[in-house]
């Protein structure tokens, strides 16, 4: 097994945005043990390097694409938290207050660096062109001053969350084509407990969920 974690963005000293699965026909239906390993750092996002030659390889640089994205929209929170403020705020105080005028009111200590600890578990290959990779994910983000766990954060932290990435190779080149998060609830909706990741719309959202007002 092979460990990926990235802390090298840390030193960069940029706090990132905070940023949720349905069903799949590929892998198993529990997920593998995760192994020990060694844990090896690895490099700055801003030389992201492409390496698409194997499964194992293509994951790994999915997820130093992973944390570009995550590097960049933490630096664009930080900007924005600095620029002055939109003038709808200024209403803000004036038809809010206590939690509601809390919550509205964007805060510079909300931009935080999520930094995580990944390890391949297995590699699957199901034919020439088609792989299956397991992984285990963990939030390993410095836990801020103040910040108190309940229950089910200090059991997310501690084991992490089980991933699968569907691989395939098209042009000669390693890609990600699906990946499925483990979800146990799942069992008692009757659903697959390998939830999709990335299901794109198929067509323009129809509006008719109502958010927080």
């Not at 293509?58 to 130093?64: E, G």
């Not at 004036?94 to 939690?99: H, M, N, Q, Y």
């Not at 997310?156 to 390693?174: I, P």
Request: hydrophobic share 35%.
């Amino acid at each position: 097994m092979r460990t990926l974690l990235i802390f090298s963005l840390v030193a960069l000293h940029i706090a990132g945005c905070n940023r949720t699965p349905d069903q799949s026909s590929a892998g198993a239906s529990t997920p593998p043990a995760a192994k020990p390993s060694a844990i090896v750092a690895s490099a700055p996002a801003e030389s992201l390097v492409v390496q698409s030659s194997s499964p194992d390889q293509s994951v790994k640089s999915w997820w130093r694409y992973l944390d570009l994205v995550e590097l960049e929209s933490t630096t664009n929170c930080k900007k924005t938290a600095m620029d002055p403020p939109p003038s709808h705020l200024t209403y803000l105080p004036k038809i809010a207050d206590a939690e509601v005028l809390s919550y509205r009111t964007p805060k510079q200590s909300e931009c935080i660096l999520d930094v995580f600890s990944r390890d391949i578990d297995e590699v699957k290959t199901e034919s020439e062109t088609r792989a299956i990779v397991f992984a285990t994910i963990r939030n390993a983000t410095p836990i801020p001053p103040g910040a108190e766990p309940d229950e089910l954060d200090k059991k997310w932290r501690a084991a992490g969350f089980k991933y699968k990435y569907l691989v395939e190779k098209t042009g000669g080149a390693w890609k990600i084509s699906q990946v499925y998060k483990y979800d146990e609830g799942n069992k008692y909706l009757k659903k697959d407990v390998w939830g999709k990741v990335y299901e794109p719309l198929s067509g323009p959202r129809y509006p008719a969920y109502v958010g927080q007002q």
